[in-house]
């Protein structure tokens, strides 16, 4: 761990014992470091974030990294990485956030040279359901990027660092990292204006410019980067790839626009026209849009399902990737403290036949009328009492079934449902919730 330092690595040790223990460094920016630990009580992997040396002995940044956290402690939605705790120990601050095992879009690109417009969409479906959700909240992203936006095993989009671009942003960073962020960064918020949730519609299209394309729109030293932000257009991304429809073409030269006015009001909007309404692969009123949109989610499972890589959930500091929303509600799998994943008990093959195989209950879903169905959320990791509220808002009956699995702590901690998490059922229908004997003691809500 001696990129993070000795020195903060001991603090941070020291900080944690009694409840997680530090297993390696994952990742690290300009201004924070990320470790991936076990939480000893819960037993499942976290990621751990906190300033660097440097910042954590400045009081100002201690305080603004605490209202940062606990903004984005107030986002919960399945597209969305899940911050589980705010610690300050002493001097140093540190984030307790969900661990993300997968790849990132950044990486996919490199590896693939672009994506193809079912698999773009589809994760681009994922990534405004969740803007539009913090937008709502009056939270602006800053910092859309491919190395921002991460996948878990079972296909579900995250989008991490809600709120870390700000510090970011006023911090004289390393260069290399301001680059990598102008170039998906919009006119106004390079140019210092008000940044609002159109500047992340600007962003968006920047990511799906580069997802179809292979490389973002603009490029170059910052200066040069800035300039072309600011007043140059982008070359039409068709001519990059004739794959691309026009529709979809047309959506993103809108989000690109260089008046915030003359983009897209919303996510949702933006959405919308994704979804043409009439024509296009995520069409509402396409013939087979929704089955289309069902394939863009078994394609998305194909590209990223059992990914191995690891992928830090809080300010990506290791890759990320897109997942369809369909495939999957949200995510808090992790892999088991020896790095593979859970072996499942034979009595339980069929729950966990289930629980792997999405890709078939989305079959399923294509052939019936799911318009009133509700979504199977990812209740993976609670303590059963939570579980159970969860699903019990979403209008679901609940039943629990207990046993033993591997990697989890006897404490009544949920491992996996019936139907699976991310799947499509009928509201009133029951869920049978697969949870861990309470065998130790467990907090209470």
Same mark, same amino acid.
């Given at each position: ?18 409840r ?17 630990? $076990? ?17 954590a002995?400045?009081?100002i ?5 605490r ?53 773009t ?14 937008h ?25 660092d ?14 290399? $990292? ?5 170039r ?9 204006k ?15 410019y ?21 007043? $140059? ?12 429809s ?7 030269l809108?989000?690109?626009s ?39 989610a ?14 830090a ?21 992790v ?35 799911t ?17 159970e ?10 039943r ?27 509201p ?18």
């Amino acid at each position: 761990m001696s990129k993070g330092g000795k020195a903060l690595d001991r603090r941070l040790e020291t900080a944690l014992v009694g409840r997680y223990r530090v297993q390696s460094m994952i990742g690290s920016g300009g201004m924070a470091v990320v470790y991936r630990a $076990e939480d000893t009580v819960l037993g499942r992997l976290v990621a751990l974030k906190t300033l660097r040396d440097r910042y954590a002995e400045d009081p100002i940044y201690r305080i603004r990294f605490r209202q940062e956290a606990r903004a984005m402690a107030l986002l919960d939605h399945e597209n969305i990485v899940r911050i589980y705790d705010i610690y300050r120990d002493g001097q140093l601050p540190f984030i307790v956030a969900e661990y993300v095992d997968g790849n990132d879009v950044g990486t996919l690109i490199e590896k693939r040279g672009r994506l193809s417009e079912l698999l773009t969409l589809s994760l681009a479906e994922q990534v405004l359901r969740a803007l539009s959700y913090a937008h709502r909240r009056g939270i602006v992203h800053r910092d859309i990027k491919p190395s921002n936006i991460l996948n878990t095993w079972d296909g579900t989009v995250k989008v991490a660092d809600f709120g870390i671009a700000r510090m970011i942003e006023d911090e004289e960073s390393e260069t290399g $990292e301001i680059v990598g962020s102008a170039r998906y960064m919009s006119p106004e918020q390079l140019s210092g204006k008000e940044v609002t949730p159109q500047s992340d519609i600007y962003s968006v299209g920047i990511l799906l410019y580069h997802c179809l394309t292979g490389e973002p729109p603009f490029a170059g030293d910052l200066k040069s980067l800035v300039k072309s932000q600011l007043h $140059e257009a982008p070359r039409p991304p068709r001519e990059l790839n004739k794959k691309i429809s026009p529709h979809v073409e047309t959506v993103i030269l809108k989000a690109l626009s260089k008046d915030p006015k003359d983009r897209y009001p919303s996510a949702d909007a933006m959405l919308d026209a994704l979804r043409g309404n009439s024509t296009g692969p995520l069409g509402r009123r396409a013939t087979g849009g929704k089955k289309l949109l069902v394939a863009a989610a078994l394609a998305l499972l194909v590209v990223f399902g059992g990914g191995a890589s690891l992928a830090a959930g809080l300010g990506h500091v290791g890759s990320d990737s897109g997942k369809s929303e369909k495939a999957a509600a949200s995510s808090g799998a992790v892999k088991s403290p020896k790095g593979k994943a859970p072996e499942t008990p034979a009595k339980h093959l069929q729950a966990s036949e289930k629980q792997k195989n999405t890709a078939s209950a989305e079959k399923k879903t294509a052939s019936k009328d799911t318009s009133n169905y509700v979504m199977v959320p990812n209740v993976r990791e609670f303590f059963d009492y939570s579980a159970e509220n969860i699903l019990a808002r979403r209008g679901f009956r609940v039943r629990f079934v207990y046993d033993q699995h591997p990697g989890y702590a006897n404490r009544g901690v949920t491992w996996a449902t019936d139907p699976a998490m991310g799947t499509l059922a009928p509201p009133g229908s029951t869920v049978t919730i697969y949870a861990t004997p309470k065998l130790h003691p467990q907090p209470q809500s």
